[in-house]
């Protein structure tokens, strides 16, 4: 008699761990979650060989039996999904045959029958998609369905066509997979056969989804979920849903499409009553929220899943939903004092079950947050608790998370060298356990511990760490952790001369993948990552666009720190392209920002820059006024009048255009023209900037036009001549580069004709030889 099985541990770490063979250093083929049934194919020991009959999972695997409890066998067999559904089409027979015996023996054992046996072809084509082997797959199916149709067998040509999809799909046709998927659709549905319609329906959304329609794809998949859940198939049902995910990850990412799904599998429970599939499914919906930020909405749905726990009267399970209310609470701002209190009563649950495993996780939790309240001797109390209680109990991974624990512990203390001792302890106690979630945290943990200890190698080592944190994020399908590994490589190459165009590719790649994810916080870090080194790379217009995108990002997400630091850098990148007065605004806010922060430290350097901005710019106090007495003393009636009265001309001059702030310059050159308007038309003025504009065609440019800025200048005279045509005023463009000789000639030139529409410019051609640019009759 078959035994069955339910697991009933792990819910605090993912499920329970499935290796592929008895020993407990096998490779790791994944955890199977709480709730899922098994059935017993051997047992040695204390080691388990089991098959999935339902639930999130591997199929099959060998488990500890500890972590199990007996299902009584006609409880299980009489309930709808506990039992695979297997469908009676050729394509549902082919599958559970490569199923049962492997592909393997599957494809030696149809390759037996010969070529012109339809059913080998299709089981051909079954294992051989399952192996990967795309084109052989192909071949295969193409065969069967041409043989079937002589045949004539419809029913058969349909799972053959369906077969033949799949692997057009995996060869990368994904119109020609459409074509056949839909062909077999409208046959499985003229026979009636629901489990295949939802089968094709899933290769349709599949295939529409590689195709870049990722709404139609999402119809296509509902419909197939749907199906398969009257059906009670639970392995279609989670195909169908694993084409949800990826249908709301191609449109909307990755935070929203895991809340769409796992929000919709919470009303199907719900639905059907299942109060322990609403637990689970609500607890991934907490995890969602907790990953994405969303603090209030982890901490409510998490609540949730506690009274569906609870009415189930499972202790264990209840102590974990204790502790993922906790994880959330941490996540509030004032949450500190919540988090402790449930933290502490998911400690004395699990004490009351002697779950000592539990205890030590509810004891890190606890730990941690008495980090962020600055309370770090309780933090190392409660470590050195849990490092007991994982060690009674030979817990290798309790260990290393709290050796994990105290390495952040000590780097929040500032102590770099014990954080990096308990960090490498950390990885060496994790790596190998077969968990990769666990072990890149632990390498991220290394990472920042080398890079905070400083020392000849430290960059090298904080970077081969964070890379092999980013290798195994990427093998597992981890895209945040990807990016928080590549943001930690960028941090780390920033800091040597040699690895900023290195690091801006990491950050450019980690910021891609935060916008992806919606995470706005860490998607404005690495914006301003890419800010910084392209600002170290001379390109300063795309380190500033850079920056201004992390400001803007920081603020939405309340990242006061990020906002102010990336408005720091921006402040650096507007100053260096000699826009001093935008540059000074910036800088006063920046300063705001940091005096709210309480950093005494980033006060003084922006303060500083503030004070080297001013020196720079004009100052706006009144200069000192020259006046002229005129020869004729009787004349003046005891008056003075000012130097615009009677001099017959005026040259205003101004420092080179590159060291201006061009608005502050024109509304000064505009009271200027203000004063002169009314009180003579006797007086010239000549307005000078330098390498802007007046260019005939066919005259040389130069590659680096500095002064483009100062055309506003151009602008306003123009301006100013429409509008008061009376008063005598010319532009004059002096070349970049020259002599005080040389522009003195310029002037003089001007002085003598401005030209026809009163704007003169002059370069320097390849002789060093003063031109004017004039046409020639």
Not at 366 to 394: P, V, Y
Not at 661 to 689: A, H, M, P, R, W
Not at 753 to 772: L, Q
Request: charged letters at 25%; a neutral charge; aromatic letters at 4%.
């Amino acid at each position: 008699m078959v035994q069955y099985y339910e697991v009933v541990s792990g819910a605090g770490h993912g499920g329970i761990p499935v290796k592929d063979g008895k020993s407990l250093t096998s490779k790791l083929l994944g955890r199977l979650e709480p709730g899922a049934i098994v059935s017993e194919q051997e047992r040695l020991g204390e080691r388990l060989r089991l098959t999935k009959i339902s639930g999130l999972g591997p199929d099959a695997g060998w488990v500890s039996v500890r972590l199990v409890a007996k299902v009584d066998a006609a409880k299980v067999e009489g309930q709808p999904g506990l039992v695979a559904f297997r469908g009676t089409s050729l394509l549902a027979r082919a599958e559970a045959q490569v199923e049962q015996e492997g592909a393997e023996a599957a494809l030696a054992a149809a390759k037996f029958k010969g070529e012109q046996d339809s059913s080998a072809l299709v089981i051909v084509a079954v294992a051989l998609l399952t192996q990967g082997f795309a084109s052989e797959a192909l071949k295969a199916a193409s065969e069967a369905m041409k043989l079937l149709q002589r045949s004539g067998n419809k029913e058969d040509e349909a799972s053959a066509t369906l077969v033949f999809a799949a692997a057009q799909l995996a060869h990368g046709d994904a119109k020609q997979s459409l074509d056949a998927a839909l062909r077999a659709l409208e046959s499985f549905r003229s026979m009636g056969d629901r489990q295949m319609e939802a089968s094709a329906l899933t290769t349709v959304a599949n295939s529409r989804l590689v195709s870049q329609e990722a709404s139609a794809a999402l119809v296509a998949a509902k419909e197939a979920l749907g199906i398969f859940r009257q059906l009670g198939d639970v392995q279609g049902e989670a195909a169908a849903e694993l084409t949800i995910t990826d249908a709301y990850l191609a449109r909307d990412g990755f935070e929203k499409a895991m809340r769409s799904v796992t929000d919709e599998r919470v009303r199907h429970c719900q639905a059907k009553g299942d109060r322990k599939g609403e637990a689970q499914a609500l607890s991934h919906l907490a995890a969602g929220h907790a990953a994405a930020g969303d603090a209030a909405e982890a901490i409510r749905v998490a609540r949730l899943a506690l009274e569906a726990t609870r009415s189930l009267g499972d202790r264990t399970m209840e102590a974990a939903a204790l502790r993922q209310v906790a994880v959330a609470q941490q996540l509030d701002d004032d949450g500190a004092e919540d988090a402790l209190r449930t933290a502490q009563e998911a400690h004395d649950t699990s004490a009351s079950v002697d779950d000592r495993q539990g205890q030590a996780a509810a004891l890190l939790l606890m730990a941690r947050t008495d980090i962020a309240m600055h309370r770090s001797e309780r933090a190392q109390e409660r470590i050195q608790q849990a490092t007991s209680l994982s060690e009674q109990e030979g817990d290798r991974k309790g260990q290393g998370l709290a050796r994990q624990l105290s390495s952040e512990m000590h780097l929040y203390r500032g102590d770099s060298e014990a954080a990096l001792k308990d960090a490498l302890s950390s990885l060496a106690l994790l790596q190998g356990l077969g968990d990769k979630q666990v072990e890149v945290a632990a390498l991220h943990t290394g990472a920042r511990a080398h890079f905070a200890n400083g020392g000849a190698r430290a960059v090298d080592q904080t970077v081969a760490l964070a890379r092999d944190a980013a290798a195994i994020c990427k093998v597992i399908g981890d895209a945040r952790g990807e990016a928080v590994s590549l943001q930690m490589v960028a941090s780390a190459k920033l800091s040597v001369p040699d690895g900023v165009l290195e690091a801006v590719m990491a950050a450019e790649r980690a910021r891609s993948l935060f916008l992806m994810l919606g995470d706005k916080r860490q998607q404005g870090l690495a914006s301003h990552t890419v800010a910084q080194g392209n600002i170290q790379l001379g390109e300063v217009d795309f380190g500033l666009q850079a920056a201004m995108q992390a400001v803007v990002l920081a603020r939405e997400a309340g990242d006061r720190w990020g906002e102010a630091s990336a408005l720091h850098t921006a402040t650096h990148a507007v100053i260096r392209n000699g826009r001093y007065a935008e540059g000074l605004q910036m800088a006063r806010e920046a300063l705001a920002l940091f005096k709210k922060l309480g950093s005494k430290q980033m006060q003084e350097a922006v303060a500083n820059m503030i004070a080297r901005i001013q020196e720079i710019l004009p100052s706006r106090g009144p200069g000192p006024r020259t006046y002229i007495q005129p020869h004729d003393d009787a004349r003046l009636a005891g008056s003075q009048k000012n130097i615009f009265q009677e001099q017959p001309t005026c040259v205003v001059w101004s420092a080179p255009v590159t060291q201006q702030c061009y608005i502050i310059y024109c509304l000064e050159l505009l009271k200027l023209v203000d004063d002169l308007k009314n009180q003579t038309g006797k007086t010239s003025i000549l307005v000078t900037t330098q390498g802007v504009m007046a260019r005939q065609i066919g005259q040389e440019l130069a590659a680096n036009w500095t002064g483009l800025g100062a055309s506003t200048v151009w602008a306003l005279v123009r301006t100013v001549r429409l509008e008061s045509p009376r008063l005598n005023i010319s532009t004059v463009d002096l070349p970049p580069g020259a002599s005080p000789n040389e522009i003195t000639e310029c002037l003089r030139g001007a002085q003598i004709t401005a030209g026809p529409r009163n704007e003169i410019a002059f370069f320097i051609d390849r002789r060093n030889k003063m031109s004017v640019n004039q046409k020639q009759d």
